[in-house]
């Protein structure tokens, strides 16, 4: 909290006049980042682009929050800060959850994804990907970089979800160099 003060320049007693303690601030954190990302997607879903292309606009939009959190804040959310973790899943279950079977259902019919997928498992190993980035023990944040390793993950999900359809479309795509997953 004195990091906190002296960097936004007010004193700890103004913080406290709005947070009750560090739980509380993180908490109010988790809410504002979550809300921020219902609203970045939902521009995103807005746009009304195909499945595919929609998962990659969805992915940049991750990956350039990857760049801005330090390793071990998985790990300390998690075991430090439980209730601003529980947030943070809810909002992964609920939201995002939602936003990738919809995704799903949506390329399945425009054709580019393949028809006999099975979108539970398919939305929960999306999902579980998110965490598996932050693992320490399979991705050293000392050799391997968050947006690297995320971007992978993407690639693989739609390759492993893509129709022949949809293949053909994201190696065009490519081929053509209209997809950049770093952009």
């Excluded at 007010?10 to 980042?33: A, E, P, Q």
């Excluded at 521009?43 to 682009?49: A, K, Q, T, Y």
């Excluded at 979108?119 to 965490?131: A, C, N, Q, T, V």
């Excluded at 391997?144 to 994201?170: C, P, Q, T, W």
Aim: one cysteine or more; a negative charge; glycine letters at 4%.
């Amino acid at each position: 909290m004195d990091d906190i003060a002296r960097e936004i320049k007010v004193s700890k007693k103004t913080i406290y006049k709005y947070v009750k303690d560090k739980s509380d601030l993180l908490c109010n954190v988790m809410r504002g980042n979550c809300s921020c990302d219902v609203l970045v997607i939902d521009e995103i879903l807005e746009r009304r682009l195909n499945a595919i292309d929609e998962i990659i606009e969805i992915g940049r939009y991750v990956a350039g929050q990857l760049k801005m959190i330090h390793p071990s804040i998985h790990y300390d959310m998690e075991k430090y800060y439980p209730e601003v973790w529980q947030l943070f899943e809810n909002h992964k279950s609920d939201y995002l959850y939602g936003c990738i079977a919809d995704n799903m259902e949506r390329g399945m019919k425009e054709g580019l994804y393949r028809d006999n997928l099975n979108i539970e498992i398919m939305g929960k190993i999306y999902l579980s990907k998110i965490d598996l980035v932050f693992d320490a023990t399979i991705f050293p944040p000392n050799k391997f970089n968050f947006v690297e390793v995320y971007m992978e993950l993407l690639r693989y999900h739609i390759k492993g979800i893509a129709s022949d359809n949809g293949v053909k479309y994201l190696r065009n795509e490519i081929k053509n160099e209209n997809l950049n997953f770093y952009q």
